[in-house]
Structures are given as structure tokens and as C-alpha cells.
């Protein structure tokens, strides 16, 4: 007599496929090893922190400067040129420059 379809009682039953649970590992375990490539070796991350600070300081500095050469302790370049170039703008974006490379993003 041919064997029956029906599941006996007792057998052991096959475990079904969580099939969004797979993708979903799949897809951790390439975000895992994507963040792995992009990760900064200790030498790397300590360049980039002084990089950053330097840029940050520079800026600090240029804003001093502006801030002094309005308050008439010195000049060092002629008053519309150190508007353009040497004055709070561009110690903005050196600051603001700064903070974007000691980001780690």
C-alpha cells in the first residue's frame, strides 16, 4: 500500500523559511562590511582631527585679527581689502570648514 501524504503524528516537522528575516540579514551584513571599508585607521583619524583643529584655529585667529584691525590696535593690509579678504566671512568658513573635516561622516 502506498505511503500516505498526510503527516504522521510524532514525525519531526520541516521548518518553513523566514524569508524576510533572511533579507534583512543579508542586508546588515552588507552595511557590515560597507562601514568596515570606509573605517579610519587610528593615523588617519589623528591627521584628520589635527587637520581639522589647524583649519578651526586659523579661523579663530583671522577673526582676532579683524576684530583688532576694527578697534585700530594695528593694520595689516589696507582697511578695504582686509574687509574682503582677511574679515569675518572668510573666519566663518574657516571655522565652518573645520568643523566639516573633524566630522566623521
Not at 587610528?42 to 579683524?66: D, E, F, K, M, N
Amino acid at each position: 500500500m502506498p505511503e500516505s501524504r498526510v503527516r504522521r503524528r510524532g514525525s519531526p516537522q520541516g521548518k518553513r523559511r523566514d524569508k524576510p528575516r533572511e533579507a534583512q540579514a543579508r542586508e546588515t551584513q552588507a552595511a557590515q562590511k560597507q562601514a568596515e571599508t570606509r573605517k579610519l585607521s587610528p593615523a588617519a583619524y589623528t591627521r584628520r582631527r589635527v587637520l581639522g583643529w589647524s583649519v578651526v584655529a586659523l579661523g579663530v585667529l583671522i577673526g582676532v585679527q579683524h576684530l583688532m584691525h576694527h578697534l585700530g590696535f594695528f593694520t595689516l593690509i589696507s582697511p578695504g581689502w582686509d574687509d574682503l579678504v582677511a574679515g569675518y566671512p572668510l573666519a566663518a568658513i574657516l571655522g565652518i570648514a573645520g568643523a566639516i573635516v573633524l566630522s566623521r561622516t
